[in-house]
């Protein structure tokens, strides 16, 4: 409710095409994922990426997060092959944004190796989750998966260990 009435308040005064509407749309969106209301999610995540298109283009951080939402979306969906191409179209933004080594870039590689987890593809799963651990840690590069870092010079303590955590299970 609150949501739609911001939306409405943002499109009288600054119009669709405007982060404070995108806002708007992504909290709109996020409730129907709650409600698994996927089709009416779709609808806003939708609305989302094609404003962002308009605002920054295609190669910006604003629309590898929606390509990141989209892919959740159809994630949570069961529609783990979309899911992935979404989650692969904001990885390729993020690399090219933040290069190899950033939160971003890692959290795409976990989303990555989730949609393989589910999928039975246990050692690609594994694989991108170590992409992500390496992504974690400024001075770690390895690419054998049963190789853990060093805990040190990471960028965020809670996503590697979420990612250590799902390489263990």
Known sequence: KYYNQALNLYQQTVGEL???SVQSFLGIANTYIY????????????????????????DHVNTSAAYNNLGGLYYFAGSFDLAKTYFEKALK????????????????????????HVKGETRIALEYIQS????????????????NPA???????????????????
């Open 18 to 20: 405007h982060q404070n």
């Open 35 to 58: 409600q698994e209301k996927f089709l009416e999610a779709l609808d806003y995540y939708g609305k989302v990426l094609d404003i962002n298109f308009n605002l920054v283009g295609e």
């Open 93 to 116: 933004i993020d690399q090219n944004i933040h290069g190899s080594k950033h939160p971003n870039v890692a959290n795409a590689y976990y989303n990555l190796s989730r949609v393989y």
């Open 132 to 147: 992500a651990i390496n992504s974690s840690i400024v001075d770690f590069d390895e690419g054998n998966i049963f190789v």
């Open 151 to 169: 805990l040190v010079n990471f960028f965020d303590n809670r996503d590697l260990l979420a990612y250590l955590q799902f390489k263990g299970e």
